[in-house]
């Protein structure tokens, strides 16, 4: 089965970068779903940050652009995410995802998440 | 930019049928899909393109999107059902969200 596992520091200093990568197992990320980042702050809802394709072509939450990369590593089969100039308005559960192939683009595989907080 | 606005909660009895809505400037016109997260874990999708169900969701779970609102229904609501919900669709390339819904089992 799909399985997706977040790794990375769990403590980012302010003004830093957070870098998280999502290593993909059960599937390709060379394949044809897209790939994904969506964070969510404690107790609060869910933010997307971006997609990537295994192409390299990356999208981006217009919130963010500028902030923020998404690169992905066909050789590991893994994906990661970059964004710099980090605030404590950026502390979150960061999860990554798989996107279904097809016109409604759910994310249909999720890792189980990673706590980053932003502080000195 | 886009908003897909939700109830913030939704109360229902168990084994009755709760709805919870999403609403969204001609979200009839988009998929939307839905996500439930219990405590402590990761959002699961529940719905996709409006009303279809990925394998392993209970059918007591349905979906409809027309004009303005996409509805979430489950029916025979159980105790496992309490949770958060989000709906979500996507506008001019961009992943938006709803605020969620917390759904209580009373």
């Known amino acids: 089965q799909v399985q997706l596992q977040e790794s990375g520091p769990g403590l980012v200093r302010p003004s830093g970068t957070l870098s998280l990568t999502c290593a993909v197992s059960g599937d390709s990320v060379s394949g044809t779903n897209y790939w994904t980042w969506v964070r969510q702050p404690p107790g609060k809802g869910l933010e997307w940050i971006g997609e990537?394709?295994?192409?390299?072509?990356?999208t981006y939450n217009p919130s963010l652009r500028g902030r923020v990369g998404i690169s992905v590593d066909k050789t590991n089969n893994q994906f990661s995410l970059i964004m710099t100039s980090v605030t404590a308005a950026d502390t979150a559960i960061y999860y990554c995802?798989?996107?279904?192939?097809?016109?409604?683009?759910?994310?249909?595989?999720w890792g189980q998440g990673i706590l980053v907080t932003v502080s000195s | 930019s886009y908003e897909l606005i939700q109830p913030p909660s939704v109360s229902v009895s168990p084994g009755q049928t709760a709805s919870i809505t999403c609403s969204g400037n001609g979200l009839g016109d988009k998929y939307v899909c839905w996500y439930q997260q219990k405590p402590g874990q990761s959002p699961v999708l529940v719905i996709y393109?409006?009303?279809r169900r990925p394998s392993g969701i209970p059918e007591r779970f349905s979906g409809s999107n027309s004009g303005n609102t996409a509805t979430l229904t489950i029916s025979g609501t159980q105790a496992m059902d309490e949770a958060d919900y989000f709906c979500q669709a996507w506008d001019s390339g961009t992943a938006i969200f709803g605020g969620g819904t917390r759904l209580t089992v009373l």
């Open positions: 990537v394709y295994h192409s390299g072509s990356a």
């Open positions: 995802a798989r996107i279904i192939v097809g016109a409604s683009r759910g994310f249909d595989h």
């Open positions: 393109q409006d009303a």
